[in-house]
């Protein structure tokens, strides 16, 4: 059975949302990331780079989301756009990962979670965050999915950072997003959608940010120390 190394975070939550949809079975194994579980070497010999999400599909192991997501639905045969929307597909992904994903982060750290406020950064990512939401936001307007008529791996990844837009962007942002905001809404009436959220209650993962957790998901601040 193939191992779904996860938390609650954007990017395993996509992946998740594919597993629902495409009806494969999985372990869900929880990665606690403010307890530090995803710096354990067990962890780092399937994704050097400490982060979730994994999945260890046989001899098999992809790191990455968005690589997951592609990953599964060339296996799978499910989710992938029409022959001719491939390209724009591979574009859009690439835009999610390279930009809405770190941007979106970026304007959660520095806007929450940053030890000190930093104007210059918290201004820097909210508007570079704003200004990819709002390029999404414009595709969106004459389509009902990324790729047009067709629900894919690349709603999924867009649906991940969704969640986190009144977190970033504020408890109004939505009324500038409208495009956006419903295909939010129709991937969350999706039944698999309620079911990949139903992965928060499986595991008790530590909603504290005390030193223990700033230390394991920000370790860069102990070079401050020295």
């Known amino acids: 059975m193939l191992k779904f190394y996860y938390s609650l975070a954007p990017n395993p939550m996509k992946v998740a949302l594919f597993l629902e949809e495409a009806g494969l079975p999985y372990q869900a194994i929880p990665v606690d990331t403010r307890k530090g579980e995803q710096h354990a070497a067990g962890f780092t010999a399937l994704n050097p780079n400490a982060k979730v999400p994994v999945i ?12 997951i997501l592609l990953y599964l639905a060339e296996k799978t045969g499910q989710f992938l756009p029409a022959p001719q929307d491939r390209g724009p597909m591979l574009s859009w992904l690439m835009f999610v990962a390279s930009g809405i994903g770190p941007y979106t982060g970026q304007c959660v750290h520095f ?7 930093i104007d210059y950064a918290i201004n820097r990512y909210d508007f570079e965050a704003w200004r990819h939401w709002k390029i999404l936001d414009a595709h969106l307007a004459d389509r009902p999915w990324m790729a047009g008529e067709r629900y ?8 991940g950072w969704c969640r986190a837009v009144p977190f970033a962007l504020g408890d109004t942002a939505w009324a500038q997003l409208p495009h956006v905001k419903h295909l939010f809404d129709a991937v969350n009436a999706r039944p698999a959608a309620e079911r990949a959220a139903a992965l928060k209650d499986r595991h008790a993962f530590k909603t504290e940010m005390d030193d ?15």
């Open 56 to 67: 260890v599909d046989g001899a098999t192991t992809v790191f990455d989301s968005n690589a």
């Open 111 to 117: 806007k929450h979670y940053a030890p000190e406020k």
């Open 152 to 159: 894919t791996l690349l709603d999924m990844a867009v649906w």
């Open 212 to 226: 223990d957790a700033r230390r394991a998901m920000f370790p860069q601040n102990e070079r401050l120390k020295s």
